[in-house]
């Protein structure tokens, strides 16, 4: 077997040319299927890490009216009353939920003000100390909610870089006073950026789910909101996960509980917000373009391999005395149908190989001119090798057969 494949890139190197320009097609095809492979998976986990936000595994399970969170203007909605200890308790026994957050939420478009400035269209939450966690937000300087401030019904709040920036102007707002509705807070603590993620904005409902974080955000104690909106209002939800991959699980197990309560025929349901199904909805949207490309590449192999396939028969009718002279002294019909076979494998894989580098190099020249991310699938690599194999083995069956089945005689009559 050594001795054949020797000989194999012996011949294939005798004529270079002429072996570049029929393994081309296989180097075309794999390298387009290596570059196409790695663009959709680098896009695709780039479309899940935007989604997911930052790397943080959180599920946000809130009170909505048909298709829209609710919006308490109107009042509490009919039978939705506030969620249970043993709802809560439920739901921090869900499978994969490791931190459960209980919060109020509200758009405010007037009411929170520092001396003359103003928060338009600010939002404030009602959290406790686990909501920061269960967001995944840390504090860039003072604090953050506690304990102590819930049981105390303290007047404390937090902002995040936004409100800060749009009633400070860079000043440092840790220690003063803010007013929200008329009642004032004290400012204990200024929330640390999350990575930046610019969501694509195409129709009503991502700009409803994104908007809220476009315009600062304010934290008070859970136990002071009655002061500044009402009493008995139903919360939201927030939960973190122990992985991306129990998003989906934990927020359907989330709403089974919470609408446990929540007659069948009402309007208001609790809903988490899939961001792990958006992701996946995203990325099947380009599924049939992507497969029909592959599919493109898949041509190019399949003329790549007619090509070795053709090249293939003319070695055999350029090498008939050779295999006349073989037979004469005894070498059987299978090590010559193996010397062919190895030859025709041999060239296809030197293909493979030729493709896969060429398919990497492409894949980042993509990735350079458009700023398209990558992700090199190394599986997919291997398998491209291993099917320029199979390319060398189908193909050159027909050309090592008729070589095998060659008449010694008349073999060695011919020039």
Known sequence: ???????????????????????LGIIIGIASIIAIVSTIQGTNEQIQKNLIGSGVNNVNIQLSQGDWAYEYYEGIPVGITPISADQYQQLTEIPGAENVSLYNMRQDYDGVYHLSESLAGG???????????????????GRSISGHDLDTFARVCVLDKDSSRALF????????TIEIRGEPFTVVGITAEKQAFEPAISSMEDYYMYYQDASG??????TVWPVLYQYDEPENVMIRT??????????????????????????FKYKAQDLM?????????????NTMLIWIAGIALLVGGIGVMNIMLVSVTERTSEIGLKKAIGAPKRAIMVQFLTEAVALTSSGGVLGVITGIILAEVISRLNGTPVA???????????????????????????????????????D
């Open 1 to 23: 077997m050594i001795e054949n494949i020797r000989l194999s890139f012996r011949g294939i190197f005798s004529h270079k040319l002429r072996s570049f320009l029929t393994i």
């Open 123 to 141: 939002t404030v939450y009602g959290v406790d100390p686990a909501y920061f966690t269960a967001a995944g937000l840390t504090t860039r300087s």
């Open 169 to 176: 102007y860079g000043e440092d707002p840790v220690g003063q």
């Open 217 to 222: 955000k304010i934290f008070v104690p859970r």
């Open 242 to 267: 122990s992985g991306t991959s129990a998003m989906t699980s934990v927020g359907k197990e989330a709403e089974k509980i919470l609408n446990e309560g929540v007659s069948s025929d009402s309007e």
């Open 277 to 289: 199904q958006q992701a996946k909805e995203i990325q099947q949207l380009s599924h049939s373009t």
């Open 376 to 414: 090199i699938n190394w599986m997919s690599v291997v398998l491209a090798v291993l099917f320029s194999m199979v390319i060398g083995i189908v193909f050159g069956m027909l050309p090592s057969r008729k070589a095998a089945d060659l008449d010694p005689i008349e073999a060695l009559r011919r």
